[in-house]
């Protein structure tokens, strides 16, 4: 582990889209499987939000299996994109739990600024009343539940990969991850301005489009789901190009160098 140069956080949103410029078409392929398979498993009475991010953790190692590929100059290989779902799979699927219970916390402690609307609109699908739109409490649920979230992305950006690469158990992986991105708060601090900016430029398009299309419906759509095919991969991306960065001294899915 080492503490990386602030302005690296610019670097790692730019090694992303320089991954996803390597092969768009994999990446769409990725993507579209991957939500596929989050709205099939989102299906399961009851359990489907649980089971969708119990899988999550295995579901990211594979694209990270792409841009480790990527990077070295070719395309993945089905088992390498299967990877998660392997020898590791009880460490990411305890990880997967623990990030819902985590997330469940977060929207706990919102519910301290909105008596639970944003709770439940997340748990059940039930829109919070006028009533909490109109007097501010949602807009400060949210504040509050971004804030109570940002230690949790800290302990969790790594995690999967740690588990995964380096095969840690999920608390020390959480452990190492967290103190890894503290330590290096600089950058991912840029990094967070950087995605911020990015999404301050797709809402002025979006303004934009809206005013010149006078609100079409289906070129709205298309210019979100656009945005939502250039986004995920070049985020995922960053992700292992921040890893790459913080943990030079590891050979990418080789265990402990």
Request: charged letters at 10%.
């Amino acid at each position: 582990m080492r503490i990386v140069p602030a302005g690296n956080g610019w670097k790692w949103l730019a090694k992303g889209f320089a991954l996803f410029r390597k092969s768009p078409a994999m990446w769409l392929l990725l993507v579209l499987a991957y939500w596929i398979a989050m709205v099939l498993v989102g299906q399961l009475p009851y359990l489907g939000t649980f089971v969708s991010m119990a899988l999550l953790p295995a579901f990211s190692m594979s694209f990270m299996a792409a841009c480790a590929a990527l990077d070295r100059g070719r395309l993945p290989s089905p088992a390498e994109l299967l990877q998660g779902f392997g020898g590791r799979m009880s460490t990411l699927i305890l990880l997967g739990v623990l990030y819902f219970l985590s997330i469940g916390a977060v929207l706990a402690v919102a519910s301290a600024a909105d008596g639970g609307a944003l709770l439940r609109w997340f748990a059940i699908g039930n829109e919070p009343p006028d009533e909490a739109m109109r007097d501010g409490s949602v807009s400060r649920a949210m504040l509050l539940a971004a804030v109570a979230a940002t230690p949790v992305t800290m302990a969790f950006w790594f995690a999967p990969i740690l588990a995964a690469w380096d095969r840690m158990g999920a608390v020390q992986a959480l452990f190492y991850s967290f103190f890894a991105a503290l330590r290096n708060w600089r950058a991912f601090l840029v990094y967070s301005v950087a995605i911020g900016l990015c999404g301050v430029a797709f809402l002025m398009l979006f303004a934009v489009t809206v005013i010149a299309t006078r609100g079409h419906v289906e070129t709205l759509h298309l210019l979100v789901t656009t945005f939502a095919l250039l986004t995920l991969p070049t985020v995922l991306g960053s992700s292992y190009a921040s890893y790459r960065d913080v943990f030079p001294e590891r050979r990418v899915g080789e265990g402990r160098a």
